[in-house]
């Protein structure tokens, strides 16, 4: 149901941003883009589903998991204050990180693949521990 709200979003991007060719500025030159060929880029399609997916588990990370430990597992909530700002710490370290050593090797797919695998384990290992917690 959740999800739904996206479609509401896009109803006003339907209504007011122009049909046709939009300016581009790439480099300093201007590049005519055509909105419905952009939508039906592939590449673009996996950005959108991907940032769709990362934005529903930052904000699940960010919003649901200290609401959960004060309200169900009795944390206080000045302590959680600070655990609810280790995300967004985790984020700016991980990012820029990622930046610098994808800038240095120049390997950016391994760089992203090895940044969701380990995404992908550390959400396990709280999603685990959480359930772990609600077991007692």
Known sequence: ???????????????????????????????????????????????????????????????????YLVEAQGISLEGMTIGASLPYLGAIIGMYTGAFISDITGKRRDIIVGSLTMSAFFLTLVAGSLLGLAGR
């Open 1 to 67: 149901m959740v999800g739904m709200l996206g479609v509401f979003l896009v109803l006003p991007v339907i209504i007011f941003v122009p049909k046709g060719k939009t300016n581009v500025n790439q480099g300093g030159k201007k590049v005519i883009v055509d909105m419905k060929e952009l939508i039906k880029d592939r590449e673009f399609q996996l950005i959108l589903a991907v940032s769709t997916a990362m934005t529903s588990v930052w904000w699940g990370m960010s919003l649901w998991v200290p609401t």
